[in-house]
């Protein structure tokens, strides 16, 4: 609530309402359903034995009079056990030429109840761009539902992609506030200077690499390789040929056991090699004796 006297020195209306992410309702007529972080969120540090995530079960009931609404919890890493509680139905603003007031909905005692105010403030959601689908297939990164870039690992590599060479910070994962950005900013600069001040990239040793003359372009490498690491490009006599970048490639093999021609083999596992090492296994446990 807002007192009065402070409302009139701060120039701020006496009856004020703030509706949080607006829009957020999840009706199937909104172009993108956001979702919408806990509304209200209690935390708790506790250090229990066990498993947090198996041997505990948390939950917090709220009640008011003879209704009561039980939520459950969840570990959130550290130490850290959390509730959050976002209200099933969002206020709406009651009025038609002129806001009079802000209708809501308390999930507890299942009522509706109107409240009168001069000024509704709305806020609304981070959403991600929406070329973000067009960015991602260019880089060849992955995107979430909601169209926000996804790390290599949340923990472990937090501003990677599993493409080398490009980054990710700030709300382009997912909405940030500006310290989160910032700090974000500062890890993926530091994670970019590396390889610079190094002067030099270290590859896999166990790159693809392609036979020109077995190769028929047929594309099926560039489309099935996570990495980006494949292209179609043309060989001297111009005919297309999968191209394969050394130091994007991460020798997963993908490009290898999809080629139709047998064109593409995966440096350290080729089919001479693999031959030979099943041959070894076949031979009674004597590498000297006869093959099987």
Not at 66 to 71: C, I, K, M, P, R
Not at 130 to 136: E, G, I, R, T, Y
Request: hydrophobic fraction near 40%; glycine fraction near 10%.
């Amino acid at each position: 609530m807002i007192d009065n006297r402070a409302a009139r020195q701060a120039r701020i209306p006496a009856l004020l309402a703030i509706i949080l992410c607006i829009g957020v309702s999840g009706q199937a007529s909104e172009p993108k359903q956001i979702e919408q972080w806990g509304v209200f969120e209690l935390s708790q540090t506790e250090t229990a034995a066990g498993s947090p995530y198996q041997d505990l079960e948390l939950r917090a009931e709220f009640t008011h009079g003879s209704h009561t609404l039980t939520v459950p919890g969840f570990y959130d890493g550290k130490g850290v056990y959390k509730v959050r509680f976002s209200p099933d139905r969002p206020p709406t603003m009651i009025g038609n030429d002129k806001v009079t007031g802000v209708r809501i909905y308390n999930q507890l005692t299942g009522e509706e109840s109107d409240l009168s105010a001069r000024t509704v403030v709305l806020t609304t959601p981070l959403a991600a761009d929406a070329c973000s689908s067009d960015l991602a297939q260019m880089l060849k990164v992955p995107i979430d539902r909601e169209g926000f870039f996804l790390e290599a690992h949340l923990k472990l590599r937090p501003v990677e992609f599993a493409t080398d060479g490009v980054f990710i910070a700030g709300a382009a994962r997912f909405p940030a506030d500006i310290g989160e950005a910032v700090a974000q900013g500062i890890a993926a600069a530091a994670k970019a200077a590396a390889p610079m001040f190094a002067g030099e990239v270290s590859v896999e040793a166990t790159t693809a690499v392609t036979a020109s003359r077995l190769c028929s372009g047929c594309g099926t490498c560039e489309a099935v390789c996570p990495f980006g690491a494949i292209e179609i490009t043309q060989d001297r006599h111009g005919r297309p040929v999968s191209d394969v970048n050394a130091v994007m490639c991460k020798g997963c093999g993908a490009c290898a056991a999809s080629c139709p021609c047998g064109a593409i083999q995966q440096l350290g596992f080729t089919d001479s090699q693999i031959f030979e090492m099943v041959r070894s296994l076949a031979r009674d446990g004597d590498p000297s004796g006869p093959e099987a």
